[in-house]
């Protein structure tokens, strides 16, 4: 049908549906104590079967960030001293937790992070673990931070990654497209460029190095003295959903640019020499390893099928008759 801006009361109306999906999203504090229970549990397994090494246990990723859902799963990081081996590591690890009866035990010694995969049917908690990986435990306080800093980056990257779900576009391992991880730098960069910004960028001011594993893992965290930091921008939630679809679908120049949240801004992808690589259709910059392309987990025909989702989405806010529609845009594939 007819497609147009949406008025102001429409886009009102937007961001009370978008604050009701909000709610909706938010975890369960049943789900929330499963999974501290199932953190509690991994780190007696392990420490009973490995007395003495002082095996720590570390969530990340959603279970820290404030992104979580009800049925979102627990990221772990295992600190194990020593560094020897870790595919041996976490084929020895998923032994032990198959023996404790936990389900569904994969274990992939041979990828770049080696990792273990279980299901704990009694607590009901998916569990993805990885050994000494400790850049994801920075990544993610630096989006824990990022989150903090706005009220309105957590409803609107909750509806965001909801509606990446429902639409099929959060399955980086399967499917050829991005992971939630990937989703949340695209929104963080989108909100640092909004014209008064609505976030910061933290590794813009001056802050204290530190350097993990040989990469700089510091960045400023003084949230407090950025307190009101977005307060300039008025945009409302309704409106930055509609921004956000139409920067992806119309503006975002896939053939030149790289998202970077380290820089607050768009990088090119000459100067970064990306141009040169494979599967740089859309280029995302980790913010710490910054060599690292996260968006390289979808290719050519991947990434036309997102700008296709993106158009289809900000069709769905610009609807003339019956008006822009949350739930249509985040209705199933
Ligand atoms: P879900 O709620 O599980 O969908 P999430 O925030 O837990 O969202 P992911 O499961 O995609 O996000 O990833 C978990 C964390 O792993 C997020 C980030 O700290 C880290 N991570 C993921 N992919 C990468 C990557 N390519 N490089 C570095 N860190 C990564
Ligand atoms: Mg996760």
């Known amino acids: ?28 504090p049943d789900s929330n104590e499963r999974r501290a229970m199932f953190v509690q549990r991994l780190e007696s397994i392990l420490n009973e079967a490995w007395p ?47 023996a404790k009866g936990m389900e569904r035990v994969v274990c992939v010694p041979g990828a770049k992070v080696p990792i273990v995969k279980v299901w704990d049917a009694e607590l009901m908690v998916a569990c993805d673990m990885n050994v000494n990986n400790t850049l994801a435990l920075h990544n993610t306080k630096l989006v824990k931070a990022y989150v903090e800093l706005d009220s309105r980056v957590r409803p609107l990257a909750m509806i965001i990654k909801y509606w990446a779900k429902r639409r099929i576009l959060n399955d980086a391992a399967g499917g050829g497209t991005l992971t939630s991880y990937t989703w949340i730098c695209m929104i963080i960069n989108f909100l640092q460029m909004r014209d008064p910004p609505v976030l ?115 069709g769905c806010l610009s609807e003339v008759q019956p008006g822009p529609s949350v739930e249509d845009c985040c209705a199933p594939y």
């Open 200 to 314: 910061p960028c933290l590794h813009r001011i001056p802050y204290e190095k530190k350097i993990v594993d040989g990469v700089d893992v510091g960045f400023f965290d003084d949230l407090e003295s950025l307190r009101g930091f977005g307060d300039k921008n008025d945009e409302s939630l309704g409106g930055l959903l509609y921004a956000f679809f139409r920067r992806f679908a119309y503006e975002f120049d896939y053939d030149r640019h790289v998202i970077s949240v380290r820089h607050g801004c768009l990088l090119d992808k000459e100067e970064k020499a990306w141009h040169l690589m494979q599967n740089n259709r859309l280029c995302v910059e980790e913010p710490f390893n910054t060599i690292r392309n996260l968006g390289n987990t979808a290719d050519d025909t991947s990434v036309k099928g997102l700008c296709l989702e993106f158009r289809r989405a900000f």
């Open 52 to 98: 003495g090494q002082d095996i720590q246990v570390h969530t990340f990723g959603s279970t820290e960030n404030l992104l979580c859902t009800t049925t979102s799963d627990v990221d772990v990081c295992i600190i194990w001293p020593g560094w020897e081996d870790l595919g041996l590591k976490v084929c020895a690890i998923a032994r032990v937790l198959s």
């Open 1 to 28: 049908g007819l497609k147009k801006r949406p008025t102001r009361e429409e886009e009102d109306r937007l961001s009370v549906d978008v604050e009701r999906l909000y709610e909706r999203l938010l975890p369960s």
